[in-house]
């Protein structure tokens, strides 16, 4: 049964950074596009960072220049380091990636930054 497990989140002040790991469980096979999703409480799930096969990388607007995706093919996971965090990057941040033919999503981890 293939996994993606998210690590990294926490509770964290305002300005501060963390850094969220992905990594691959009952699998073999390599991770080609990816991405990090974040759901704040009453808002919907937006996409904030994305890395394709290709290694073009894109960011949402309300990150951009404070958090950075890339990816360790060799270890076959995926990272999102967040730097001068908000109290509205709070929320659920998910791991998205494609692996072979299918897509997978992890259970995701909180990230709650305090002012």
């Known amino acids: 049964q293939v996994q993606l497990v998210e690590s990294g989140g926490g509770l964290v002040q305002a300005g501060g950074s963390l850094n969220l790991s992905c990594s691959t469980s009952g699998t073999r096979l390599a991770i080609s596009a990816a991405g990090w999703y974040r759901q704040a409480p009453g808002k919907q799930r937006e996409l904030v960072a994305g890395?394709?096969?290709?290694?073009?990388?894109s960011y949402a607007g309300s990150v951009k220049g404070r958090f950075s995706i890339s990816r360790d093919s060799v270890k076959n996971m995926v990272f999102l380091q967040m730097n001068s965090l908000k109290p509205e990057d709070t929320g659920v941040y998910y791991c998205a990636a494609t692996l072979g033919w299918s897509d997978y999503r992890g259970q995701g981890t909180q990230v709650t930054v305090s002012s």
């Open positions: 890395i394709t096969s290709a290694g073009v990388i």
